[in-house]
């Protein structure tokens, strides 16, 4: 399977603890995206990076998360002192990011995060 | 205000029927306009972009009017593997590739 993959698929986890999601792109995909999807609503954009750069960070996106992809491959979420208000999907994404291809970006599967 | 607003649905409708989606969008300089598609407990997986001058692929036809930043998604002869949620999709226009989405409206295609 060639497209995107994220890890774990759930996670559960009690309020004030430190969780990690894992994603990888579409291989040789440039861009690579985070987004998060509460229930009923449509994702929300939380931060992309091409290749290892993180060119942008939504308001979402708290002290608390961090986002790293330290070779331009793969990348990691971070949320410390998670909070009962974290309990998303939060679903990864990727796109070519070559000049004159149009911008599709392909999810992967997405991580299910309950915090208790 | 969200930048992406759709019709709250859900919609029921008879298999091969004809049913139509709205989205109206809030920011002039957005470029590029799409339709996705999300499954039960699934990622979004993109159903078609949407071009200025109307496009169509198979059952499916979208149709963008800048001026009233409106965007359509027609569907004709729904199947029961039409059931689904579909999202209309924005490019943020303050943002690099960001994308906004609408909150999705839910179809049902009944036998």
């Known amino acids: 399977d060639t497209g995107v993959s994220q890890d774990p698929r759930h996670k559960i986890t009690k309020r004030g603890q430190n969780v990690t999601f894992r994603c990888d792109p579409i291989?040789?995909?440039?861009?690579l995206y985070w987004y998060r999807q509460t229930l009923g609503q449509g994702p929300e954009f939380l931060t992309y990076f091409q290749n290892e750069a993180q060119l942008e960070k939504s308001r979402l996106l708290s002290d608390r998360f961090s986002a790293e992809r330290p070779k331009g491959s793969f990348s990691t979420l971070e949320i410390q002192r998670t909070e009962q208000g974290d309990s998303a999907m939060y679903l990864c994404?990727?796109?070519?990011?070559?000049?004159?291809?149009?911008?599709?970006?392909?999810f992967g599967p997405g991580t299910r995060l309950l915090v208790l | 205000r969200k930048e992406v607003e759709q019709d709250p649905g859900p919609f029921n409708v008879p298999e091969g029927a004809t049913v139509a989606f709205n989205c109206t969008y809030s920011?002039?300089?957005?470029?590029?306009f799409f339709w996705y598609r999300q499954d039960c407990r699934k990622e979004p997986k993109l159903l078609m972009s949407?071009?200025?001058s109307g496009n169509e692929d198979g059952r499916f036809t979208a149709q963008l009017n800048r001026a009233s930043q409106y965007i359509s998604l027609l569907i004709r002869d729904s199947k029961l593997s039409d059931s689904a949620t579909y999202l209309c999709?924005?490019?943020?226009?303050?943002?690099?590739?960001?994308?906004?989405f609408g909150k999705g409206t839910s179809l049902l295609v009944t036998p």
């Open positions: 949407v071009y200025s």
């Open positions: 920011n002039s300089a957005s470029q590029s």
């Open positions: 994404a990727s796109s070519s990011g070559w000049t004159g291809e149009e911008e599709t970006q392909y």
């Open positions: 999709v924005v490019n943020a226009a303050n943002s690099g590739y960001a994308l906004n």
């Open positions: 291989s040789e995909h440039n861009r």
